[in-house]
């Protein structure tokens, strides 16, 4: 498994936008599936989005048309750009990357996870 970074947290007013990198230590370029989590105090992690191995995105109803995550292969980073935040995206952004490639996507992911980056947003 990578080792996983995230970085890009912040503080910010309604409206504004933020990029969240997560760096790994290793190539995840053929990972079956990438994604952003996030945890709101007192809720449990909610599955943000994802990035599969075909090029196919995901997204929870709440960020659809407002975040986008991506990759740069050279670089082994995966990113989540949030834009027109809002309040209630405020939590610990995590992501995970599954160590497995094709042809094994169907079986269940095995993810390394990071240690998660602080998002407020305030009205």
């Known amino acids: 498994q990578v080792q996983l970074v995230e970085s890009g947290g912040g503080s910010v007013q309604s409206g504004e936008s933020l990029k969240l990198s997560c760096a790994a230590s290793?190539?995840?370029?053929?990972?079956?599936?990438m994604g952003w989590y996030r945890q709101a105090p007192g809720a449990d992690r909610e599955l943000v989005s994802t990035?599969?191995?075909?090029?196919?995105?995901t997204y929870v109803d709440s960020v659809k048309g407002r975040f986008t995550i991506s990759q740069d292969n050279t670089r082994n980073t995966l990113y989540l750009q949030m834009d027109s935040l809002k309040t209630e995206d405020t939590a610990v952004y995590y992501c995970?990357?599954?160590?497995?490639?094709?042809?094994?996507?169907?079986?269940?992911?095995?993810?390394?996870w990071g240690r998660g980056t602080q998002v407020t947003v305030s009205s």
């Open positions: 995970a990357v599954d160590s497995l490639h094709p042809p094994l996507c169907a079986l269940p992911p095995d993810n390394s």
């Open positions: 290793g190539n995840i370029t053929n990972s079956c599936r």
């Open positions: 990035l599969r191995s075909d090029g196919k995105t």
